[in-house]
T-cell receptor, first 115, second 117 residues
């Protein structure tokens, strides 16, 4: 597609439920990144994919968080047993290749609210 | 390790006044530096970036930034603010050294710019 698409745009879930957030990167972009933006804070790196592999998962805050990417395209971020502190905007970005000189395109994000 | 500090979580200017948003970085390797803008309920849009070469970088919407290695700074400026510039601005640093963190950006906390008529 023309841009990075994320779905849903908004998600309200009850504490303890599992949620899945989806990211459709720009076609042909091999690198994909997930970031989390909490109220009053900057963007926090979560995970980086190159193709279907995730060489850097260092930002995932706990084992309740996981992500996968299939076909070198769509990525899903899963949060199990959600907690209120998981409430945030989850942003996805893609890049033609890994590396900052290629630039990044961000999606509009998924706003997750855990009640 | 990399870090980014944006001085001032909120900046307020009058329409037509100079916009100056401050960013200082820390990086053990030559940095790639970025400024992004975020409008409400939208993703981040790239304003400009510094990779190598000329240290004064011009971006979209009349913004520019200057990379000053000696001061480890990458401040964002615009000569004359417009109402449409009201948004949140993020400074970010990355590096091009390969490895598992290839391409990961480290962001500052953001600066909310308010423009008064």
């Amino acid at each position: 597609g023309a841009g990075v698409s994320q779905s849903p745009s908004n998600k309200v879930t009850e504490k303890g439920k599992d949620v899945e957030l989806r990211c459709d990167p720009i076609s042909g972009h091999t690198a994909l990144y997930w970031y989390r933006q909490s109220l009053g804070q900057g963007l926090e790196f979560l995970i980086y994919f190159q193709g279907n592999s995730a060489p850097d998962k260092s930002g995932l805050p706990s084992d309740r968080f996981s992500a996968e990417r299939t076909g070198g395209s769509v990525s899903t971020l899963t949060i199990q047993r959600t907690q209120q502190e998981d409430s945030a905007v989850y942003l996805c970005a893609s890049s033609l290749r890994g590396g900052p000189n290629y630039g990044y395109t961000f999606g509009s994000g998924t706003r997750l609210t855990v009640v | 390790a990399q870090s980014v500090t944006q001085l001032g979580s909120h900046v307020s200017v009058s329409e037509g006044a100079l916009v100056l948003l401050r960013c200082n970085y820390s990086s053990s390797v030559p940095p790639y530096l970025f400024w992004y803008v975020q409008y409400p309920n939208q993703g981040l849009q790239l304003l400009l970036k510094y990779t190598t070469g000329a240290t004064l970088v011009k971006g979209i919407n009349g913004f520019e930034a200057e990379f000053k290695k000696s001061e480890t700074s990458f401040h964002l400026t615009k000569p004359s603010a417009h109402m449409s510039d009201a948004a949140e601005y993020f400074c970010a640093v990355g590096y091009n050294a390969g490895g598992t963190s290839y391409g990961k950006l480290t962001f500052g906390q953001g600066t909310i710019l308010t423009v008064h008529p």
